[in-house]
């Protein structure tokens, strides 16, 4: 009775050893393929040398503009509030051997560094070598500005017929590659606009695209 005790221990000792030995074998060798897939999308990688994706703002459509201030005939605008309806036309161009994968981007307007209304692209996927036009409208409803903010905004509109904001955003992009998806990367859109409440129309436009950030 001892000795097939002692054979049945034996065994499975013997077989936990084998089954350890196989899982450590597969793991090695999950290893090993993960870092050869890696090394090719590497090669790759440096063989095709992507470029950065880009993104520009290409036009700025005034639909309305809307300034109301509350105020008496003797005192500085106490408040005002303003509606604007803005269409921003964008482009994204790829010069890449390969795709580009962009997320949902998302843009701020601002006036004096007090946000009005946001405007968003939903992501896409761009092929290769093309060019695709995109567009996103702000709607701004009545956003309430107090005090010096109010009376800058009334003398900006009312005496210079110069009113002006800034649009920023960030763009996420991803670069597709036999089947797998590249890090984030992320484009920095900072435009400067001036429109004129009396002709409902832009009269300026300048736009800068910070580098990439990983």
């Not at 000795?3 to 936990?16: E, G, P, V």
């Not at 509030?81 to 997320?103: C, H, P, Q, W």
Request: proline share 4%; hydrophobic share 45%.
């Amino acid at each position: 009775m001892i000795s097939t005790a002692n054979s049945t221990a034996n065994d499975q000792s013997s077989s936990s050893a084998s089954l350890r030995g196989c899982c450590c074998w597969l793991c090695l060798l999950f290893s090993f393929l993960g870092l050869l897939i890696l090394a090719i999308v590497l090669i790759v990688l440096l063989a095709i040398k992507p470029k950065k994706p880009q993104f520009d703002l290409q036009q700025v459509s005034v639909q309305y503009v809307g300034i109301t201030a509350n105020t008496s005939p003797t005192a500085a605008p106490s408040s005002a509030s303003v509606s604007l309806n803005i269409r921003m036309d964008f482009t994204a161009e790829n010069d890449n051997k390969v795709g580009i994968k962009y997320g949902e981007s998302r843009f701020t307007v601002m006036y004096r560094g007090i946000p009005l209304g946001r405007g968003m692209v939903p992501g896409f996927y761009q092929p290769a070598h093309s060019v695709r036009r995109l567009e996103t409208v702000v709607a701004v409803d009545r956003v309430n500005l107090l005090q010096a903010d109010a009376a800058d905004l009334v003398r900006d509109a009312s005496l210079n017929d110069r009113v002006e904001l800034r649009v920023l955003g960030d763009v996420g992009a991803k670069i597709r590659i036999l089947g797998f998806t590249s890090p984030g990367v992320q484009v920095s859109v900072d435009c400067a606009i001036v429109i004129s409440p009396r002709k409902q129309s832009l009269t300026y436009k300048q736009c800068g695209f910070d580098g990439l950030s990983v």
